[in-house]
Every structure is written in structure tokens, then in C-alpha cells.
């Protein structure tokens, strides 16, 4: 999948209505658009049955599975787990999500809540990979990757469609990075559509595998560390077969941000937006905060994506406390615009 076909997405787009939510809401942020210095547009993948854009593609990927089918398992960090047990469910089929121990418990409670089975094991994304591809293997289900799937880049691709019907007149598009199913799927649907729009991925700076790949040439693995963003940890695969191909060819640039860059851009979206959001959800507005992206940016839309937030965590952040993560502690700081 090199070339993403928009016949692809459109196809997406019709298969998966009814289960994803399309049309997701595009608002104003009179905030962060003072800082871009013209219209800074959220979209808002927040509004998804599972919270999150990942619906879009686990639909696509579930929904196109033979008739008979009985069970569907994936890796995944959180978002993609939830997306893949709420349309089997809707097929009728088992799931089975395996997650390392880094995915945070509110996502954990928040799988099983749908009726899936979720499986805890090792340390990172790679360890949770090797048991959904055992399932795979050896029990005969059908194995739904967070990522590096057609299937699943089409349906992430039908937001790129949506941004562009609606805002044909965008010049930059901030999109959170991780294994590039999101980023691949959205930038190769809006460069088709129109060259012209300046597509950045915006990614944490611990543990960023398609930034480190990008810059090697070539997949590259990379140590997890816990993170605000943790829906953008993990590797990307070391035979990684279509995501990191489309971010490698449609993504202008990539942006990294740091934790305290996150945290300070989930106060903004909370006291400005009016948004419960992930850490990797902020990513965009992070980078404009920090002044990482310039000013005059043209009309600017952001993917704002995952409200399935610990909400204890979240609440320490908008009131300005100390949050840890792993060995690391983030210094809290009192909101003030």
C-alpha cells in the first residue's frame, strides 16, 4: 500500500457507516487560532462511540472479514483494543486484546466494559504482538493490526476526506504520530485531494518510533517509557509493510514535544477548548504552544483524538499538580492562559 487509492477510503466510508461516527464535529479555537495566526480548527475524533479515531479503522478492518469468522484479536495500546471489541461486538464475534502492562487501567476496565477479553503481557507493545499473532496462528482468529493494515489506513483515511469536503481552503494539518495508521491513512487521502497542504505529524520526544525510523531510512525499534501521549507508544514493526511507507512519502514533517509540552497543552484544550482529552490527543496544540510550528500557518486543522483518560491523572493536570510517570515526575503548574 505505498499509494493509498481514494476509491479505498470512499469504500471505507460506505462500509462503515453506522458503526463509526462519520462527519465527527470540526470547531473553532478562537485560542489556539490567535496563536496560528488565522483559523486553528479542531476535529474532533473525541466524538466516537469508543472515544477515539481508531473506530474508523477496527470498523473497516472487522466489518470487512469473511462471514465466517469467530474471533478477531489485536495488540494494541488502548484506543485501538476498545475500537476492535466494540464493532466485533457489533459482529457478534469474540475478541481477545492483548496489551502490555504499560496501557493505562482506565483503558484495561474500559475493554473488558465492551466484552472482550483483555490480556496483559511484558513490558511493551512487541510482547502483546507476539501473543495476538499466536491467537492468529494457532486458534484461528483474525488478527486486526493497530496500524500497518490497509484495511485499517482506509477507514483512518475517511477523516481526511471529511477535512477536506468540509475545509477545502486548509493549508496545514497537525496529526498525531505513532505507528502511522492515522498520520499514512489521513496524508495520503488529503495529498491526493490537494498537494498543497502542508501535513505535519506531531509525536512525543521519548520513544518516538516513526520519527527514529523516518530518520533511519528504515524501521527501527525503540525502548517504551511511560508517557501523557501513551496511545503513541510502541515500535511500528520491524516489517512494517504500508504505514511507514505513506508517512515516508506524505508527511512534510514531523514535530516532537516534550512531556511538559503535553501537559501544558491538555490545560489549554480543558480551560480553553472546553475538552477532555488525551495527552496524545493535545500533541497538535502542544507544538503550537511551544512555538514549534511558527506563525501564519494558513487555515490549520488539528486531529483531536482519545478522551479515554485516566480521569485521576487528568484531573492532577488541570489542577496544576504533580503527575509521575514511570521514574519521571512532571512538575505540576497552575493554569494561566
Known sequence: MSALILAEVLAARRRISGVATLGTPLVPSPFLGALSGGDFLLKLEIAQATGAFKLRGAANAVLGLPQDATGVTCCSTGN?????????????????????????EAKVAGIRAL??????????????????????DEDGFCEIPPFDDPRVIAGQ??????????????????????????????????????????????????????????????????????????????????????????????????????????????????????????????????ALVAGKLGRDLGPTASIVTGRNVDMNVFTDIVSGRDVALGDVTLEGKPYAA
Open 80 to 104: 485501538h483494543g476498545r475500537a476492535v471489541a466494540y464493532a466485533a461486538a457489533r459482529r457478534g464475534l469474540k475478541a481477545v486484546i492483548c496489551m502490555s502492562r504499560l496501557v493505562p
Open 115 to 136: 466484552g472482550a477479553e483483555a490480556r496483559i503481557l511484558g513490558e511493551s507493545q512487541d510482547e502483546a504482538q507476539i501473543e495476538s499473532r499466536r491467537l492468529a
Open 157 to 286: 483515511g475517511t477523516i481526511g476526506l471529511e477535512l477536506m469536503e468540509e475545509r477545502p481552503d486548509l493549508e496545514t494539518l497537525l496529526v498525531p504520530l505513532s505507528g502511522g495508521g492515522l498520520a499514512g491513512g489521513i496524508a495520503a487521502t488529503v495529498k491526493q485531494i490537494k498537494p498543497s497542504v502542508r501535513i505535519i505529524g506531531v509525536t512525543m520526544d521519548r520513544g518516538a518510533a516513526m520519527y527514529q525510523s523516518v530518520k533511519a531510512g528504515r524501521p527501527v525499534p525503540v525502548t517504551e517509557v511511560a508517557s501523557l501521549a501513551d496511545s503513541l507508544g510502541g515500535g511500528i514493526g520491524g516489517e512494517n509493510r504500508h504505514s511507514f511507507a505513506l508517512c515516508q512519502r506524505y508527511l512534510d514533517d514531523i514535530v516532537l514535544v516534550t512531556e511538559d509540552e503535553i501537559y501544558r497543552a491538555m490545560q489549554v484544550h480543558y480551560f480553553e477548548d472546553r475538552l477532555v482529552c488525551e495527552g496524545a490527543g493535545a500533541v497538535g496544540a502542544a
